[in-house]
T-cell receptor, first 113, second 112 residues
Framework: DAGVIQSPRHEVTEMGQEVTLRCKPI?????LFWYRQTMMRGLELLIY????????DSGMPEDRFSAKMPNASFSTLKIQPSEPRDSAVYFC???????????FGPGTRLTVT | LAKTTQPISMDSYEGQEVNITCSHN???????ITWYQQFPSQGPRFIIQ???TKVKNEVASLFIPADRKSSTLSLPRVSLSDTAVYYC?????????????FGKGTRLSVIA
């Protein structure tokens, strides 16, 4: 298996633009997690899905952030409109179930200017 | 969610054994204890997980006392490549509804 795949690896955009981050979890995993990491806040859980259903989105910072998981092999995290304070590395992770070992993707480094 | 407390940073020389202790006073009965390692510019990677007593694998050992209010990750004979951030997580019981939650982690620096 190729592991968790994220795209793009790097994204530079201007404030106000829409940003879409993509994730393909490991086949057979039924839990998917989106994290954001910054120096100030560390690794924050934004939202997680179980069997394609959002279970807890309490970590989503505000309405500008939205996440979807239309099927078991694909998820998106969208920021609209983006702001400079959204600059961070965004990780996607998947696991066999919510309590099991999480496998992380390489991350997407987002820079909003 | 059970909160964890671990040292912000630690230094060690190459070849030494490193022990990182994590406190989790309000751990729940069904909670597991999991440790992850993160290198710069990479996502965290699973190291070891346990429920009680001692767990060992090819990378590390995990010691958990009977009251489970703390745990110690032991890295034998560290090398420069073990320089990373180590996270202690509590929760994520296999039958529960809560996922693992990452804290601030311990930044380990291995010195030659």
């Amino acid at each position: 298996d190729a592991g968790v795949i994220q795209s793009p690896r790097h994204e530079v955009t201007e404030m106000g633009q829409e940003v879409t981050l993509r994730c393909k979890p490991i086949s057979g995993h039924n839990s998917l997690f989106w994290y954001r990491q910054t120096m100030m806040r560390g690794l924050e859980l934004l939202i997680y899905f179980n069997n394609n259903v959002p279970i807890d989105d309490s970590g989503m910072p505000e309405d500008r952030f939205s996440a979807k998981m239309p099927n078991a092999s694909f998820s998106t995290l969208k920021i609209q409109p983006s702001e400079p304070r959204d600059s961070a590395v965004y990780f996607c992770a998947s696991s066999w179930d919510r309590g099991y070992e999480q496998y992380f993707g390489p991350g997407t480094r987002l820079t909003v200017t | 969610l059970a909160k964890t407390t671990q040292p912000i940073s630690m230094d060690s020389y190459e070849g030494q054994e490193v022990n990182i202790t994590c406190s989790h006073n309000n751990i729940a009965t069904n909670d597991y204890i999991t440790w992850y390692q993160q290198f710069p510019s990479q996502g965290p990677r699973f190291i070891i997980q346990g429920y009680k007593t001692k767990v060992k694998n090819e990378v590390a050992s995990l010691f958990i006392p009977a009251d489970r209010k703390s745990s110690t990750l032991s890295l034998p004979r560290v090398s420069l490549s073990d320089t990373a951030v180590y996270y202690c997580l509590v929760g994520g019981s296999y039958s529960g509804n809560t996922p693992l939650v990452f804290g601030k982690g311990t930044r380990l620096s291995v010195i030659a």
